[in-house]
C-alpha cells in the first residue's frame, strides 16, 4: 500500500485471529486438556525419577532391590507412555487448528479483497496482496498450529516446575525466580527490536513479490524492450533489501537466543551447585537432588522454549496485523442494507445519468465526467466515441458501479444503481472489454463464466453466435481444451470471440460493449459484427468505437470531449454538423 504502517506489530496483535478460533472452541479446550495432561505427565516422571534414586537403589537384599527396581523401572516408563500419547494426541488436534484457521483466514481475505472496489487496487499491488495471502499465512499457520501450543505447554510446565519447587525446595526456588527476573527483563528489551525488524522483514518481502507479479504478467513487454536485465537487477535489488532486513531480525533473535541459552544454562548449574551443597551437609537426599535438578532444568528449558517462540510470536503478530489491514479495509462501493428490488426488463434496461459529476480517487483534480447527462430508451443502441480519455469507459465503470460519481445520479430502469444489491446491479449487464480476460481453464468453463448452470448445448450456442464454435472445434481437446494462463494459447481475436460468447451465454437486458471487435481482422470483424447484432436484439447496447465504421449503424451515437457531451447525432447528422465527430470521422477516412 502506499502508507504502510508502522512496524509495531505486537502480541496483542494476534487477538485478531480470535473471530477464526471461536468455531473450534471444542477442540480447543480438548487440545488444551491434552495439554495439560502432558505437561503433568512431565512433571511426574521427577517424582518418580526421586523414588528410583532413593528407594529402588537403597542399600537393601538383592532380591527387594531387583523388584523395587522393577517397580520403579515401570512406573517411568508408564508416565513415558502416558507423555506419548497425550503429546501426539495434542500435536494432531493443534496441528489440524493451524491448518484450518489458516485455510479460512487465507479464504476470508481472498474473498474480502475480490470484493474491494478497483480504488483499492490503484493504490495496493497485487503482488503485495498475493504476499500477505501466502507468506503471513504461513507465519500464522506456524504460531497457531504449532508455537503457540508448544509456548503455552511450555508455560504450564515452568509454572508447575516453580510450583514444585516451592514445595519440595523453597530455598532453590527463590534463587530460580530472582535468576528469572534477571533473564526475563533483558529478553523483552531484544524483543521489541525483534518485533520491529520482524514487520519490516515481511514488507520487504512483500516488495519484492510485487516486482514479481508485475514484471510476470508483462513478460512479452519487458523483452521487446530487453529489459530482462533491468528487471532482474530490480528484484535483486529489493531481494537484497528483503535479505539484509532479514539478517538484522536474524541477528537480534540470534543475540536473543544466545542470551536465554546462556542465562538458563548459568541457572540450571547454580540450581544444581546449590543442591549438590545441600546433599554434602546432609539437607538433601540424592533422590530429592536429582528431583530438584529436573524440575530447574525443566523450567530453565520452558523459558529458553519460551524464549523463541515469543520471536516466532512476535513474527506472526506482524504477519497478523497486516493480514487484519486488508479485512479492515472498506470498499466505498457496497450493497445497500436495504436494497430495492431489481425491476423487470424483457426488452432491455433503460439507463440514465443525471447532472454526472465523476473525479477518480487517484486524480481528484481532474474531472472525469463532468455534468453528463444521458438517456438510454429499452432496447436502443447507443455507441460512445470521442478521442482517448474522454470518459467513455468511466461512463461504463459508473453503470457497473465500480465507483459512484461524487455528484449526480445513475439509474437502471428508473432505479437508482446505489440503491441496488451489487448483485442483482451486476447480473444484469454484460461487459465486453477491450482487454478480454480469459482464465485458467477450458474453452467450456470460460465461456460458462457468464453463467455457471448453463448447458453444454448453451454453452455450445453462445460460441456458435460469437464465430467462436469453429477455432474451438480446431483445438487439440476441443471445448475441454486448456486455455493456459490469460489465454496465452489463443490469439487476441480468439480470446476476444471468447469473452462475447460469454456476455452472449450470459444474455443480460444491457449489454456494454468496449472496442468488442478491435482484435479482429476484417473478416472476422464482420463475422462477430452479425453476432453482436443479433445479441443486441430486445436489449439495450452502449458501445465504446475507436474505429467510427463499425458505430454508423447505431440509433444514436454520442461524442464526448474532456468528460463532456458535445454532440449526439446518428452518423449523417453528426457528420454534417462539422464538430468533433466530424473531424474524427475526418481523419479515418484520411488513413
Known amino acids: 500500500m502506499t502508507d504502510r504502517p508502522s512496524a509495531t506489530g505486537t502480541p496483542r496483535s494476534l487477538s485478531g485471529l480470535l473471530p477464526f478460533l471461536r468455531p473450534y472452541r471444542g477442540r480447543i479446550a480438548l487440545a488444551f486438556a491434552l495439554l495439560v495432561l502432558a505437561s503433568a505427565a512431565t512433571l511426574v516422571f521427577p517424582i518418580a525419577l526421586r523414588g528410583l534414586i532413593d528407594q529402588g537403589l537403597a542399600p537393601s537384599g538383592q532380591g527387594e532391590r531387583l523388584m523395587a527396581l522393577r517397580g520403579h523401572f ?7 507412555v502416558a507423555l506419548g500419547i497425550f503429546s501426539a494426541a495434542r500435536f494432531y488436534q493443534v496441528s489440524w487448528l493451524g491448518e484450518r484457521v489458516t485455510a479460512d483466514l487465507r479464504s476470508a481475505v481472498y474473498a474480502h479483497v475480490i470484493e474491494q472496489s478497483p480504488e483499492f487496487f490503484e493504490t495496493t499491488q497485487t503482488g503485495e496482496v498475493l504476499s500477505r495471502l501466502t507468506t503471513d499465512t504461513t507465519l500464522v499457520q506456524t504460531v497457531v498450529g504449532s508455537s503457540f501450543s508448544l509456548g503455552l505447554r511450555n508455560v504450564v510446565m515452568g509454572l508447575g516446575a516453580l510450583g514444585m519447587l516451592v514445595w519440595t525446595h523453597p530455598y532453590v526456588m527463590s534463587l530460580v525466580f530472582t535468576a528469572v527476573l534477571l533473564v526475563v527483563l533483558p529478553a523483552m528489551a531484544f524483543g521489541r527490536r525483534v518485533r520491529k525488524l520482524s514487520r519490516a522483514s515481511q514488507d520487504r518481502v512483500a516488495d519484492s513479490s510485487a516486482i514479481a507479479a508485475e514484471v510476470l504478467n508483462a513478460v512479452p ?22 535479505f539484509n532486513t532479514g539478517v538484522r531480525r536474524t541477528r537480534a533473535r540470534a543475540v536473543l537466543v544466545a542470551f536465554v541459552i546462556i542465562a538458563n544454562a548459568a541457572l540450571m548449574l547454580w540450581g544444581l551447585y546449590r543442591g549438590a551443597q545441600a546433599v554434602m551437609a546432609g539437607n538433601l537426599t540424592a533422590g530429592q537432588l536429582g528431583q530438584a535438578a529436573l524440575y530447574v532444568a525443566i ?14 510470536l512476535l513474527r506472526a503478530a506482524g504477519a497478523t496485523e497486516r493480514l487484519m489491514e486488508l479485512l479492515a479495509s472498506r470498499s466505498p462501493v457496497a450493497s445497500p442494507e436495504q436494497p430495492m428490488p431489481a425491476p423487470a426488463a424483457s426488452g432491455g434496461s433503460s439507463v440514465e445519468l443525471r447532472a454526472v459529476r465523476f473525479h477518480y480517487p487517484s486524480r481528484p483534480a481532474t474531472a472525469a465526467l463532468q455534468d453528463i447527462g444521458l438517456s438510454v430508451s429499452p432496447g436502443e443502441t447507443v455507441a460512445l466515441v470521442g478521442p482517448s ?6 461512463v461504463f465503470s459508473l453503470l457497473l458501479r465500480f465507483y459512484d460519481p461524487q455528484a449526480g445520479e445513475v439509474r437502471l430502469d428508473g432505479v437508482p444503481v446505489r440503491q441496488l444489491s451489487l448483485h442483482d446491479l451486476r447480473s444484469r449487464i454484460g461487459l465486453v472489454a477491450q482487454e478480454p480476460v480469459v482464465f485458467s481453464a477450458s474453452a467450456m468453463e470460460n465461456i460458462r463464466y457468464g453463467r455457471p448452470g448453463a448447458s453444454d448445448d448453451e454453452v455450445v450456442a453462445a460460441a456458435r453466435a460469437a464465430h467462436a464454435h469453429e477455432f474451438i472445434s480446431a483445438l487439440p481437446e476441443g471445448y475441454g481444451t486448456f486455455l493456459g494462463e490469460r489465454g496465452v494459447r489463443l490469439s487476441g481475436g480468439q480470446r476476444q470471440r471468447i469473452a462475447i460468447a460469454r456476455a452472449i451465454l450470459k444474455n443480460p437486458p444491457l449489454l456494454l460493449l468496449d472496442e468488442a471487435t478491435s482484435a479482429l481482422d476484417a473478416e472476422s470483424e464482420r463475422a462477430v459484427q452479425l453476432a453482436l447484432a443479433a445479441a443486441m436484439q430486445h436489449r439495450t447496447t452502449l458501445v465504446i468505437a475507436h474505429r467510427l465504421a463499425t458505430v454508423q449503424q447505431a440509433d444514436r451515437i454520442v461524442v464526448l470531449d474532456h468528460g463532456r457531451i458535445v454532440e449526439q447525432g446518428r452518423h449523417e447528422q453528426l457528420v454534417a454538423a462539422g464538430g468533433v465527430y466530424a473531424r ?8
Open 74 to 80: 515401570l512406573e517411568l516408563f508408564g508416565v513415558a
Open 584 to 591: 474524427l470521422a475526418a481523419l479515418q477516412l484520411l488513413d
Open 221 to 242: 513487454v519487458v523483452q521487446s524492450y530487453t529489459g530482462e536485465a533491468r528487471e532482474a537487477k530490480r528484484f535483486a535489488d529489493a531481494t537484497d533489501n528483503a
Open 389 to 394: 480519455g474522454a470518459g467513455k469507459s468511466t
Open 299 to 312: 523450567f530453565a528449558g520452558a523459558v529458553a522454549v519460551l524464549g523463541e517462540v515469543y520471536g516466532d
